[in-house]
Structure formats: C-alpha cells, structure tokens
C-alpha cells in the first residue's frame, strides 16, 4: 500500500488565490520532502522538513511538519500561472538514521493555475 | 549553482538491446540515487551509492545494475531492455551528512521500441 497518500489528486485554482496540499504518512515521519515537476522533467527541490511543528518558506511556498499527525502542508499564497505543476511529497529516514536516504513518493498533486 | 547533470537526456533502443545512463553529481555531494518514473507514476527508488559502495537496493531488476566511480559520477546499465523499461530516469545526488538535501537530475527519458 502507498506510503504516502496527497491530497487533493488534482486542483485548479484562480490566479492570485491561496491553496493547501496535504501529505499524509502511514508510517513515522523522519524527514519530509516536498518537490515540483513539470511534466516529462526533473524533479525540482522545494523544502525538507525534519523536526515536529518545523515551518519552512521559499517566496510564496510555505510548508509544515507536523509530526504527531504524521503530515505535512504545502501552502502557496497568491498562486501564479508559475506554480502550475505536479507537487511531490517524499519521505526519508535521515532523521532517524542520521544519513542521508532513499526517498518514497507520494501520488502527487496536479495544479493548474488560471488566469 | 551547479546542479545533477544526466546524459543522455533522450535513448531510443529497441527489445533487448543495453544501454547506460550516465549521473554527475553536484560537486562535493557523495551519494547518488536512482529512481524510475513511469508514465503518470511517482519515482520509484532503484539504487544508491556512497563512496562507491552500494548504499541501498530497491526495485532494480536483474537485467539493471550500476555503479559509482572514484569522481563520484555514476552510471546505470541496462541489458536486455523491454518495453516495459520505457520511462523516465532520474539521478539524484545528496551529501551523506549535513542537510541530507536531495537534488534530482533532468532526467533520460528513454524509450524502448
């Protein structure tokens, strides 16, 4: 069974509108990882997050761990015809084991930006 | 900022032919992943190395297998391909310690005709 489970699967969204992604873990969280895609390329690196209650921003992105629940957020504010993508949640073990680690995906989310 | 460097980005082979995927990692990060994106799937972790070791195996079939070399720069050979084994692959790189901050290469999209 997958992992990590995002949600919404897909999302459009009005230019200038704020909106959330859910990263939900059914396993203990050792280090969360949130990247964006464009179709067909690479995966580009927006944040990790380790510690419980950790809050990271970048521009307009912000996103938080949450660790008791096991989840994390992806805030953007103001969404542009820029943020459209895939939005990847990865799970690590550096926490844990103090080294750097494979990561496993979560299903991703779609959002589209409209003007 | 220098970033993962991937070549080629595109290899079209036919059925059962090899090929080998070649991974330059950011300077100074010692350990480098691969992963597997198949149409509308998630990355799906193959390997790692560190150090030229084999740090960890995923999913990587017989037919796979890679390897790291003293400048850190790795490449996956593939054997035998199948149809199957169209998709996207992607090389990360990391440092071992420190901020564990992964970074992902653009990718070689092959495709297996």
């Known amino acids: 069974s997958q992992e990590l489970e995002q949600s919404p699967q897909s999302l459009i969204v009005q230019e200038g509108k704020n909106l959330t992604i859910n990263c939900t873990s059914s396993?203990?969280?050792?280090?969360l990882y949130w990247y964006k895609q464009k179709y067909g390329e690479g995966l580009i690196f927006l944040m990790m997050?380790?510690?419980?209650?950790e809050e990271k921003s970048h521009e307009k992105i912000t996103a938080k761990l949450d660790e008791k629940k096991q989840q994390s957020s992806l805030h953007i504010t103001a969404s542009q015809p820029s943020h459209a993508g895939i939005y990847l949640c990865?799970?690590?073990?550096?926490?844990?084991?103090?080294?750097?680690?494979?990561?496993?995906f979560g299903t991703g989310t779609r959002l589209q930006v409209t003007l | 900022a220098a970033g993962v460097i991937q070549s080629p980005r595109h290899l079209i082979k036919e059925k059962r032919e090899t090929a080998t995927l070649k991974c330059y990692p950011i300077?100074?990060?010692?350990?480098v992943y691969w992963y597997q994106q198949g149409p509308g799937q998630d990355p799906q972790f193959l390997i790692s190395?560190?150090?030229?070791?084999?740090?960890d195996k995923g999913s990587i079939p017989d037919r796979f297998s890679a390897q790291q070399f003293s400048d850190y720069h790795s490449e996956l050979n593939m054997s035998s391909l199948e149809l199957g084994d169209s998709a996207l692959y992607f090389c990360?790189?990391?440092?071992?310690?420190?901020?564990?901050?992964?970074?992902f290469g653009p990718g070689t999209r092959l495709t297996v005709t």
């Open positions: 990360a790189s990391s440092r071992r310690t420190g901020t564990y901050e992964q970074y």
């Open positions: 396993k203990t969280l050792y280090g």
């Open positions: 997050l380790q510690k419980g209650g």
């Open positions: 990865g799970a690590g073990r550096a926490a844990l084991t103090g080294t750097a680690s494979k990561l496993t």
């Open positions: 300077p100074r990060h010692d350990t």
């Open positions: 190395f560190y150090e030229k070791m084999q740090s």
